[in-house]
């Protein structure tokens, strides 16, 4: 059985024909294990990692051409960033950088890790391959009268107030699964009969996100879940982990560093080792590549013999 059928690594559009809403959702497992699997994060860390991983999905799913969502936390805590990356391909990469000895709470949210000095930042961008990047910042609080300081509860307000259309986000985690839903309300017509419908069906999603994953195809999860309305699904598009580094991006990130900032490692090592944040694969740039990056192959100062093969 495949995994689309067997009911992992996935996600599906759907809307409901007898309610003024339509959403996607996403199940992560294998790669959510094999995204984490390069990483060595606290309990804390790899939790928040996976909402933002699970929420990307779902924005990702809406993008119309190449691109990537990225969404990163900002601050001066204990854990001052977490990024998550998504493509268009439904690929996406995560890493978080945490402070050296820190000791972190098992259960702790986004704020208190980030920045619990209420001054830290939650960044959406949406990179297209080709074009505009657009970038949409809302300040790290953690709780408010609406909301309860969670990743699922903090996208749900930007994207109500961005796209003026009133938008739930579900995040669950249950073991090592990760599932994901945001469901927007459409406009309706009927606008009194519309309201109890979309207050139905969100109070079912609730209801349905307080139980224990079930490891059903969506065609068969939804229905079941929205009993009583009629849902219409998309065919479900598999999700999987993927980074996208490479020697290139590698060496394009050295250029930026600058020549002066990285010679002394050259002239005493004869070559920059570095690695993927992301995935942790290693990059060796010997000192021909680094001459040729700044200087084609005509640099003076490399050690050594000048046989260039
Ligand atoms: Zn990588």
Redesign the pocket.
Known sequence: MDKISAGYDQLTRFWLDTAPARGVVARLDESLASALKHHDYPPAVVSLLKQLAGAAVLLASNLKQSAQVILQAQGTGEVPLLCVEATDELTF?VYASVREGAVLPEAANITTLVAPDGKGRFVLTIAPSNGQMYQGIVALQSSSETSDGSIAALLEDYLSNSQQTETRMWLREDGDVMEAMLMERLPDRSEDAATPAWNTVTAQADAIFKEHFMPFPYSEWLQFSFAGHDVKVHPSQPVSFA???SIERVLNALKLVGEDELKSLIVENGKIETR??????GYEVSAIQFSELFHGVEASYLPGSRTIQ
């Open positions: 990469r980074c996208s580094c993927c944040e992301f995935c942790g694969k």
